[in-house]
């Protein structure tokens, strides 16, 4: 884990042109650290939807990561994260793939928008738009990617559902839940955290002087 968040830190460092201080590295070290915990606790089970779909809350710390260092940190925490699914895969890293192309869709308008104005309305917006392009991505990507590898209509048809039903009536209305359920924290958390992180960064610039 330390080796990995280590070359981890030389790609944002490369990415972002910008040297990454110690309080930078802390932060995206914990960032990472919780939405790997989140990713698997606590998971809430929705049968109302379908017995398989549960919710987490991974996304907020990539989210906070997103709106206070942009878009590449938030990537590389949503990267991390899969990475430590695949790495007990189930599903040859299909299911990783799917949830990453998800992820991505999610977390991308709100870390790339909040850069542009940073203020608390454009980030409500940001993650309003990143939970409908979600719940769009997510549709594409259980019909084309999920549903077949997990036994196709067949699969629903034994859960009393049809392709369309399931798509339309769990999957958006699901995806919609997570992304609202991700962005709440998000929006009350992010501004004390980013004061934190400045303060950080000040004690260790002078400390370093």
Known sequence: MHR????????????????????????????VSLSVILSYFPEIPLAFFAPWLKL?????????????????ASVFTLGITMLFHG??????????????????????????????????????????????????????????????????????????????SYILFAILPFNLLKGAVNSFPTFILYKRLSIVLREAEKKTDASCQ
């Open 4 to 31: 990995l968040l280590r070359w981890g830190t030389i790609f944002l460092e490369v990415a972002m042109s910008k040297r990454m201080n110690t309080a930078r590295i802390t932060y995206v070290g914990m960032m």
């Open 56 to 72: 987490d809350f991974s996304f907020v710390p990539m989210m906070l990561v997103g709106f206070s260092m942009g878009p590449v």
């Open 87 to 164: 790495l007990g895969s189930t599903t040859g890293w299909v299911g990783e793939l799917a949830n990453l192309l998800m992820g991505l869709a999610f977390l991308l308008p709100g870390a790339i928008i909040y850069q542009k104005k940073r203020t608390k309305s454009v980030a409500l917006w940001s993650m309003l738009a990143g939970t409908i392009l979600m719940s769009l991505v997510a549709m594409a990507c259980n019909r084309y990617i999920l549903i077949p590898l997990y036994g196709g209509e067949a699969m629903l048809q034994s859960a009393g559902r049809t392709m369309t």
